[in-house]
């Protein structure tokens, strides 16, 4: 089965930094996604990671422990519409996507 | 290029109709398709895989014969909610994936199911 954890709500300033960890355990591992989700869309890709380490694009960076079990999404220079739902998917060997239940990430003025 | 594109967007029927939503692969073939569905305030939860040309494969707790999916084309994948009652009301989504060594699914817009 799969257990993915993730913070439920985040809230931060504009132009300010925040990091949305994920932790989980799976019975088996192909990689670690994050997407960003927008009230009533559909999810858009942010990252993947299947290696160790940090992955850095722009504004935002995600980082993969696999041996923990951890990654974290790292949001820079926080801007409005930025306030989004953030979900952590691990793609699993038979290639499907579990979900967490994403965090909510509001950003003030 | 990968778009993914849905149909339709939104549908609001009567309980104990039917509903067809179709996912589409505008500018590549998908191998496989994946249908999830989304409640209010949850996360995507898979319902079932669906490859060109086979059968679907249902996630657990899904009713194959309530949710019907056809994978007729490499670019064209539907979902039948059968008999709709209004707890199927939710967010449907489709993804697409190129091919089973390729790892990123690419998703549609979604469809807003409302089962009155």
């Known amino acids: 089965g799969q257990n993915i954890d993730q913070p439920t709500e985040m809230t931060a300033t504009e132009g300010a930094i925040v990091q949305i960890n994920c932790t989980y355990q799976?019975?088996?591992?192909?990689?670690l996604f994050w997407y960003q989700q927008h009230a009533g869309e559909a999810p858009t890709f942010l990252s993947y990671?299947?290696?160790?380490g940090l992955e850095e694009k722009g504004r935002f960076s995600s980082f993969l422990s696999r041996s923990k079990g951890y990654s974290y999404l790292l949001l820079k220079e926080l801007q409005m519409k930025d306030s989004a739902s953030y979900l952590c998917?691990?793609?699993?060997?038979?290639?499907?996507?579990?979900f967490g239940a994403g965090t909510t990430v509001t950003v003030r003025a | 290029g990968a778009v993914v594109s849905q149909h339709p967007s939104w549908v609001i029927c009567k309980s104990g109709t039917s509903v067809k939503i179709e996912c589409r692969s505008l500018?590549?073939?998908?191998?496989?398709m994946f249908w999830y569905r989304q409640f209010p305030k949850q996360s995507l939860m898979l319902m079932a895989t669906?490859?060109?040309?086979?059968?679907?494969?249902?996630e657990q707790g899904v009713e194959k014969d309530k949710f019907l999916i056809n994978h007729a084309s490499l670019t064209l994948s539907t979902l039948t909610v059968t008999s709709a009652h209004p707890e199927d009301s939710s967010f449907y989504i489709c993804?697409?994936?190129?091919?089973?060594?390729?790892?990123?699914?690419?998703f549609g817009p979604g469809t807003r199911l409302t089962v009155t």
């Open positions: 669906s490859n060109e040309g086979s059968k679907a494969t249902y």
């Open positions: 799976t019975s088996g591992f192909n990689g």
């Open positions: 990671n299947v290696l160790d």
């Open positions: 993804s697409a994936r190129l091919d089973r060594e390729n790892s990123e699914q690419y």
């Open positions: 500018d590549f073939q998908a191998t496989t």
């Open positions: 998917a691990v793609l699993s060997n038979d290639y499907k996507l579990s």
